[in-house]
């Protein structure tokens, strides 16, 4: 297997402060918090995947790179605004955010070790595309070649958790029940999780008093902000992404064709700002 790039191989002295566009960084910081914290899906997924040290293996594999895009994006975050310490934030994200079932790692809670998987196609799908246009967006040289690496990592991703559902030996959920976790996972990805990781990153710990967390209005600011760099055809291609890993939908059919293009209307729709 290629060696995985390391934070080495990024260009860190094309770094041009005034091609930093502020919001893409208030997203970017929020990203490094989610990424860095990907040591808790490993232990989840290690409990999910018991007794079978190949997945294990992988999944320890592919928790070390989420891992390396956070101090990817974290670096290039402290480099664009110096005031902002990445362990800082960490660590009050850390405190701040704690999932249910990652406090009680005793098993899937999608159901089956295949909805997991789906579950996990569906997460790797969002995050190629969030890295794919972040990466067609972002004007800053270093950025972008930051989220260059990231997306084609993420592609890699996916197709490391679709081959695994293929070679699972449990029958597979029927298609309303694979739907169903596409779909909950979907919704999961607007949950605590980026609304925290944006409240910390962006918040700074003597402003906590004074800007209490409110789930519901970062969880929109969160949403705002990286919606910003999206375009029609990531969101069509994300679509087709999920369509393949729920299985029965072709991705050049009609009907996911015309998914892309409703989810699409609906991302249009759902834009509109809020107070920041
Ligand atoms: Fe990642
Ligand atoms: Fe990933």
Redesign the pocket.
Same mark, same amino acid.
Do not use: A, F, P
């Given at each position: 297997m290629a060696e995985h790039w390391t934070l080495d191989y990024i260009k860190w002295d094309r770094f041009t402060p005034d091609k930093v566009d502020p919001l893409m960084l208030k997203a970017v910081k929020a990203a490094s918090l989610v990424e860095y914290n990907a040591t808790d899906y490993v232990a989840y997924l290690k409990e999910v995947f018991k007794g079978d040290p190949k997945t294990i293996a992988e999944v320890e594999r592919?928790g070390w /790179? /989420?891992v390396q895009?956070g101090e990817a994006l974290g670096r290039w975050a402290e480099l664009a605004d110096p005031t902002w310490s990445f362990k800082d934030a960490f660590a009050r994200f850390k405190e701040g955010y704690k999932p249910s079932h990652f406090l009680n790692p005793n098993g899937s809670v999608r159901g089956s070790r295949i909805g997991e998987l789906i579950a996990r196609c569906v997460? /790797?799908c969002g995050?190629?595309s969030y890295y794919t246009a972040l990466r067609d967006e972002a004007a800053e040289p270093v950025l972008k070649q930051i989220a260059h690496m990231i997306a084609s990592? /993420?592609f890699k991703?996916?197709r490391l958790f679709y081959d695994l559902i293929g070679i699972q030996p449990e029958k597979r959920p029927n298609l309303l029940k694979r739907l169903y976790i596409a779909a909950t996972r979907v919704s999961e990805a607007e949950d605590d999780e980026l609304a925290s990781a944006f409240y910390y990153a962006n918040v700074a710990r003597d402003a906590e008093a004074t800007t209490p967390y409110d789930r519901k209005l970062y969880a929109k600011l969160y949403e705002q902000h990286a919606q910003r760099f999206y375009r029609q055809h990531h969101i069509e291609h994300a679509v087709a992404m999920i369509a393949k890993a729920v299985g029965e939908f072709p991705p050049e059919s009609r009907v996911v064709r015309w998914a892309g293009r409703a989810v699409w209307a609906l991302f249009v729709w759902r834009a509109k700002p809020v107070a920041a």
């Open positions: 592919w /790179e /989420e895009h997460v /790797e995050t190629s990592d /993420e991703h996916y």
